[in-house]
């Protein structure tokens, strides 16, 4: 069974850097790609970034792209996403998921998913 527990949310002033995390059940990180979703209120679930199991790099949605990172570490199946320069247009609920495909950017492609942690942020 995995389990995933997303931390690190609350308010932020636009142009913070927060960083979230998402702890995973034992060997998660290594054999699932991992992604980070987004949920603002009335609007469906969207794709935020993700990497593969696999290996290589992250890839990221347009609209986060050279603002947020995603990184992990092996040793404490953890991953992390670093906002910077956030937006109000940021403000949701942040999901962590992951998915036994590679190069997945869909909601239904991920098999498993945290209860998520919300971001909001003020002008």
């Known amino acids: 069974q995995v389990q995933l527990v997303e931390s690190g949310g609350g308010l932020v002033q636009a142009g913070g850097s927060p960083r979230l995390s998402c702890a995973a059940s034992?060997?998660?990180?290594?054999?699932?790609?991992m992604g980070w979703f987004r949920q603002a209120p009335g609007k469906e679930r969207e794709f935020v970034a993700a990497?593969?199991?696999?290996?290589?790099?992250?890839y990221y949605a347009d609209s986060v792209k050279g603002r947020f990172t995603l990184s992990r570490d092996y040793a404490k199946n953890t991953v992390w996403l670093q906002m910077d320069s956030l937006k109000p247009e940021d403000t949701a609920v942040y999901y962590c998921?992951?998915?036994?495909?590679?190069?997945?950017?869909?909601?239904?492609?991920?098999?498993?998913w945290g209860q998520g942690t919300q971001v909001t942020v003020s002008s």
């Open positions: 998921a992951a998915s036994a495909a590679v190069a997945v950017t869909s909601v239904p492609q991920y098999n498993y």
């Open positions: 034992r060997r998660t990180v290594t054999t699932y790609t």
């Open positions: 990497i593969n199991w696999s290996g290589g790099s992250a």
